[in-house]
């Protein structure tokens, strides 16, 4: 079902720099090799125990990610961020391996390892195919997309009603209503997510101007020694804001 929804994408002139996928799409050697032929790079999640083989002057290795994770060495780990979440960047420790296969010229495939950095035994695996010129740091942020589309997902879900709709793929093929219910609704959540993000571009321009400005007061005042101990003690609490601190230490 993936391979006629991306060969439909590929008819109509879509583009794309990644494709994305989870472990139950990265499995399919079907949709790698047909994404390869197009020199489409992708970003596709594999299992932990998911079968590899590959040729080396000592013969024929077989192993698995999980196996492989656990040889790499303390410097081979960079922490990278995947993406912005609510609470800021999501760092993770990061490692990546080049297959010894072949592939397209200017190609390369990859296996990029994903390690938490509260708990070394969280890892997650995918398998990368992308131009040979590929760093670290740009396949952490492709795969840290899986996560703002599954938030889209959700908000399309929540905001627009399409936890109600059961079309799921089929939508995109075949039932004429089901597949109205979802396009109709996708511009939607689309302009949606630009009035959000243009409002919270805003947002932060206007704490901005008012932080210079606050700090411009500040200036021209010079706090008593007992008042710069009372702001120091509040900045150091992480649950207070620096604007609240600011405009409270003005008031007083």
Not at 166 to 175: F, N
């Amino acid at each position: 079902m993936i391979t006629a929804a991306l060969n439909a994408a590929a008819v109509a002139g879509a583009c794309c720099s990644f494709v994305l996928a989870d472990a139950l799409h990265g499995s399919d050697s079907a949709l790698r090799h047909m994404l390869e032929e197009r020199g489409q790079s992708y970003v596709l999640a594999i299992r932990s125990n998911h079968n590899l083989r590959f040729l080396i002057e000592e013969g024929l290795i077989q192993t698995d990610p999980a196996e492989l994770a656990e040889d790499q060495a303390a410097e081979d780990w960079h922490a990278l961020p995947a993406g912005e979440g609510s609470k800021g960047l999501r760092l993770y420790d990061w490692a990546a391996i080049r297959m010894p296969w072949t592939t397209n010229e200017g190609f390369a495939r990859w296996l990029l390892f994903r390690r938490s950095r509260k708990d070394a035994g969280k890892l997650a695996f995918s398998f990368i195919f992308a131009p040979e010129e590929t760093s670290l740091a740009e396949m952490a942020g492709a795969a840290g997309l899986r996560w703002t589309i599954e938030e889209a997902f959700q908000r399309a879900k929540d905001d627009l009603g399409l936890d109600h709709c059961e079309a799921r793929y089929r939508a995109w093929l075949a039932p004429p209503h089901d597949a109205g219910h979802v396009r109709r609704r996708l511009p939607r959540q689309a302009h949606r997510a630009m009035a959000q993000r243009s409002s919270q571009t805003e947002r932060q321009a206007s704490n901005r101007t008012q932080s210079s400005r606050m700090l411009g007061r500040l200036r021209t005042l010079v706090p008593s020694p007992s008042e710069l101990k009372r702001i120091m003690a509040k900045l150091t609490k992480a649950s207070v804001p620096f604007d609240f601190v600011m405009r409270w230490s003005l008031w007083r």
